[in-house]
């Protein structure tokens, strides 16, 4: 079969990161870019190997000869984007947060069913090795009955002045709402389902700087199977190593330790441990989740991470706001 044709909506980092996994995939999947501003698109044409650029979205959206879109500008244009690229019949692969509420999710799913096209919301965490290696080893009972989980991604990595994700009206949140729903999206997709959420919120730090955005979550949870867990989310606070950051599902027969990033599992309790490494060629999952992409367009079938289960995250993540305990900051003077 001829290659998929795709177009970038936008010319960012995250198109950079993409466009970096694509590499491998080229006999697969072609990229063309758009830009606001045509010289940056030729730009990355070049640097990526794409057969074509535009100087606006619409171009690309509007060309009969792309096939799929991916959106990959900030979560404030995403809805009217992706609209736009339905209505022109094109697929779409939507970069998550994909959008700010349940109504707009509600919307694209109904534009989607009239066009019958395929969105691929883009949760690369999904299709990353360690989500796989965590999901067979529940499967297959390793854990025996499920107690308690804990995933921590913790790193003190602050946004430079120049970030959109610093204005929230462009991000659609805080950072949590803008990143941590991917590690939310991981703790929700590994078999058992999360039924209840809380968030928990210190305050803002008083410190200067142009990051000022809320940076952490502390979740609280509980699983359809019984078990409850927690999720330790922040961008102000050093991590262990400049990077490594532990989690661990703890089951009645064994419990799973592993690196956040996916780097390794350790599996101990019944008899010996064990260690693995669930692979380091695609970690982050990009290139499995194109290949998810194109594969559900040839065969007119639903994705992997179809507006379905991005909206189950979603669902959970309005919880958690709606129920976010945050602190008052100022010093309680005891009462005399």
């Known amino acids: 079969m001829s290659p998929l044709r795709i177009a970038f909506l936008g010319c960012g980092f995250i198109?950079?990161?993409?466009?970096?996994?694509?590499?491998?995939?080229?006999?697969?999947?072609?990229?063309?870019?758009?830009?606001?501003?045509?010289?940056?698109?030729?730009?990355?044409?070049?640097?990526?190997?794409?057969?074509?650029?535009?100087?606006?979205?619409?171009?690309?959206?509007?060309?009969?000869?792309?096939?799929?879109?991916?959106?990959?500008?900030?979560?404030?244009?995403?809805?009217?984007?992706?609209?736009?690229?339905?209505?022109?019949?094109?697929?779409v692969l939507v970069e998550k947060p994909a959008f700010l509420c349940m109504e707009d999710y509600?919307?694209?799913?109904?534009?989607?069913?009239?066009?019958?096209?395929?969105?691929?919301?883009?949760?690369?965490d999904h299709y990353k090795p360690l989500a796989v290696e965590l999901r067979k080893l529940i499967a297959d009972g390793v854990l025996g009955e499920m107690v308690f989980a804990h995933f921590a991604t913790i790193a003190h990595k602050l946004k430079a002045a120049d970030d959109w994700r610093n204005d929230e009206e462009m991000a659609g949140g805080d950072a949590f709402f803008e990143e941590g729903i991917h590690w939310l999206h991981l703790a929700n997709s590994l078999g058992p389902r999360i039924v209840e959420a809380h968030g928990y919120r210190p305050p803002m730090s008083a410190a200067e700087g142009p990051d000022r955005r809320a940076k952490s979550m502390l979740v609280s949870f509980t699983y359809d199977n019984g078990a409850v867990?927690?999720?330790?989310?922040?961008?102000?606070?050093?991590?262990?190593?400049?990077?490594?950051?532990?989690s661990k599902l703890f089951g009645r027969r064994r419990v799973i330790s592993f690196e956040s990033n996916g780097?390794?599992?350790?599996?101990?309790?019944?008899?010996?441990?064990?260690?693995?490494f669930p692979g380091f060629s695609d970690m982050r999952g990009y290139r499995a989740m194109y290949r998810d992409f194109v594969r559900s367009i040839r065969e007119g079938?639903?994705?992997?991470?179809?507006?379905?289960t991005a909206i189950q995250d979603q669902r959970l993540m309005e919880q958690i706001y709606s129920n976010a305990r945050i602190p008052n900051p100022e010093p309680r003077i005891p009462s005399l």
């Open 106 to 124: 509600e919307r694209v799913v109904a534009a989607r069913d009239r066009a019958q096209r395929v969105v691929l919301v883009g949760e690369n």
């Open 15 to 91: 198109t950079r990161v993409h466009s970096r996994h694509l590499r491998g995939l080229r006999s697969e999947i072609t990229a063309s870019y758009a830009s606001r501003t045509r010289a940056k698109a030729d730009a990355f044409c070049t640097d990526f190997g794409g057969v074509g650029s535009y100087a606006d979205y619409s171009a690309a959206i509007e060309d009969p000869n792309i096939d799929a879109v991916v959106i990959a500008v900030p979560p404030r244009y995403h809805l009217t984007l992706t609209l736009a690229a339905l209505a022109a019949r094109k697929h």
């Open 301 to 308: 079938s639903q994705p992997q991470m179809n507006l379905e």
């Open 229 to 246: 867990g927690s999720l330790y989310y922040s961008r102000e606070i050093p991590s262990l190593f400049r990077g490594l950051r532990l």
């Open 263 to 276: 780097t390794f599992v350790v599996v101990r309790g019944e008899g010996a441990p064990r260690v693995t």
